[in-house]
C-alpha cells in the first residue's frame, strides 16, 4: 500500500469543523442540537442577499471568473475595506478569494521559502489555522503569547525579543479568535513603532471579526503610516451578513495581490460565481440585518 506524505500526517486541523461533523451528524438522527461549536452568526443570510444569488443563477451568472474574482466584487470590496479603515483601496490591489482562510496560506507561500527556516510570528492562542499552514508550508511557527491581564493582547516588547533576521511574517488578529480580545489603535500603535524597526517584515492582518466589535471600536495596523504597503488586509463576508457557507473572503495589498491571484489560480481557480455576485449584494445592498 502506497503511504502518505508526513506532510499530511502531521497536518493540523481545526477541531470547531470536527465537532461540527459530529453535531450535523445528532441533527441528521433526529436530536435536537444547540450547537457552540463554530464561528458563525445565528442568522440567515439576508433576503436581498439571498435573492441576488437565485438572480445570478437564472441570468447564467455560473460560469468561471477571472482568479482575482468579477470586477465588481473587487470595486464594492475596495471601497468597502478602504471605509473601515479610513484608506484609499484600489479594486486592483484586492483579490476574492474562496473565504479568508486561503488567504493564511497564499501570504506564507509569497512571503517564506520552504524548508530555509523562514519564522512567522502568530499570536497563541489563536485561530489554530495558523500554526498548521505555518509548519505545512515549511516555515517555522513562533508563538506570539497573548496576556490576559492585557485584554488578551500582547506586549509589544514581546514582539519585538521574537523578531530574528528569520522573520518574515507576522500575523495579527484582530477582533480575535477566540479570545474576543481587540488591539486598540493605542496597541496597535505600539506595534507599528516595533515593526518600523524592521522594515523587511509582512503583516498579516486578519481582520474578518472587523464588524463585530461590542466594546471600544475596530482599527487597522494598515492605517497607520508606513504600514499599508507591507499590510496584507485579510476580510470577508462571512461573519458580517452570516455567508460563511457562501466561501467569499477579500484580501488587500498592492505588492501581493498578483501572487495572490497566481496563487488562486494554481488552487481553487476562482471563487464562486453565484456567490460572488451575492457578496456585491451584502456589501452595496441594505445593512440593517448585518447591523
Keep these: 500500500m502506497p503511504r502518505i506524505s508526513r506532510r499530511t500526517e502531521n497536518l493540523g486541523t481545526e477541531n470547531a469543523f470536527v465537532v461540527l461533523a459530529e453535531v450535523n451528524e445528532l441533527v441528521r438522527r433526529g436530536k435536537d442540537i ?18 441576488a444569488a437565485v438572480r445570478a443563477v437564472r441570468e ?108 518574515k511574517l507576522v500575523i495579527l488578529n484582530s477582533p480575535q479568535n477566540p479570545t474576543g480580545g481587540i488591539l486598540t489603535k493605542k496597541d496597535l500603535e505600539a506595534i507599528a513603532a516595533v515593526l518600523g524597526r524592521h522594515p523587511e517584515v509582512w503583516i498579516y492582518a486578519d481582520e474578518i471579526y472587523s464588524r463585530l466589535c461590542y466594546e471600544g471600536s475596530f482599527a487597522s495596523i494598515a492605517s497607520l503610516p508606513g504600514m499599508l504597503e507591507r499590510t496584507i488586509i485579510s476580510d470577508g463576508a462571512s461573519k458580517t451578513w452570516a455567508m460563511t457557507g457562501w466561501r467569499i473572503g477579500f484580501a488587500s495589498n498592492p505588492v501581493l495581490a498578483p501572487q495572490f491571484v497566481r496563487w488562486v489560480t494554481n488552487t481553487d481557480s476562482c471563487a464562486s460565481h453565484v456567490s460572488q455576485w451575492a457578496a456585491v449584494e451584502a456589501i452595496n445592498g441594505p445593512q440593517d440585518d448585518a447591523q
Excluded at 38 to 47: M, V
Excluded at 90 to 105: C, H, L, Q, S, T
Excluded at 139 to 153: D, G, I, Q, S, W
Design 34 to 51: 444547540i450547537s457552540f461549536c463554530i464561528g458563525q452568526p445565528d442568522f440567515h443570510t439576508p433576503a436581498n442577499v439571498q435573492d
Design 60 to 167: 447564467g451568472r455560473h460560469g468561471y471568473t477571472p482568479s482575482a474574482g468579477i470586477v465588481e466584487l473587487r470595486e464594492a470590496a475596495a471601497r468597502y475595506m478602504g471605509a473601515m479603515r479610513g484608506l484609499s483601496i484600489r479594486p486592483e490591489d484586492v483579490v476574492i478569494g474562496g473565504g479568508a482562510k486561503p488567504f493564511i496560506a497564499y501570504s506564507i507561500l509569497s512571503t517564506t521559502d520552504y524548508g530555509v527556516g523562514d519564522e512567522v510570528i502568530y499570536p497563541n492562542p489563536g485561530f489554530p489555522i495558523y500554526e498548521s499552514q505555518i509548519v505545512a508550508n515549511g516555515a517555522v511557527p513562533v508563538p506570539l503569547h497573548l496576556r490576559e491581564a492585557r485584554n488578551f493582547a500582547f506586549d509589544p516588547a514581546e514582539l519585538e525579543a521574537k523578531i530574528t533576521k528569520k522573520t
